[in-house]
């Protein structure tokens, strides 16, 4: 059974740092691209940041280029979102996510809050 947990998330000040954790179960996360959504109140939902499975490849969202990276650590199977120098903009739910052959999965999500 496919399932993703985030966690990492919680509130910081401007400028800080957090790092969110997405732990895999019921697949492997190297054999299939994995992204970082997240979603304000009252917004879309937009992609942050992902990672293909063959040499890990990334991208990120321009607006978040230079202060967030994706990583994956596949002995833990697990995706990492460092995020940096965050704004209060960046405040919303971020998710997980799976993409396998047709299918997607999302993790539950977790809050991050940038306020002083």
């Known amino acids: 059974q496919v399932q993703l947990v985030e966690s990492g998330g919680g509130l910081v000040q401007p400028g800080g740092s957090l790092r969110l954790s997405c732990t895999a179960s019921g697949f492997l996360v190297s054999d299939y691209a994995m992204s970082w959504y997240r979603q304000a109140p009252g917004k879309e939902r937009e992609l942050v940041a992902g990672?293909?499975?063959?040499?890990?490849?990334?991208n990120h969202a321009d607006s978040m280029k230079g202060r967030f990276t994706i990583s994956r650590d596949n002995a833990k199977n697990t995706v990492y979102l460092q995020m940096n120098s965050l704004k209060p903009e960046d405040t919303a739910v971020y998710y997980c996510?799976?993409?396998?052959?047709?299918?997607?999965?999302w993790g539950q999500g977790t809050q991050v809050t940038v306020s002083s």
């Open positions: 990672i293909v499975s063959a040499g890990g490849s990334r």
């Open positions: 996510r799976a993409r396998i052959y047709t299918l997607t999965y």
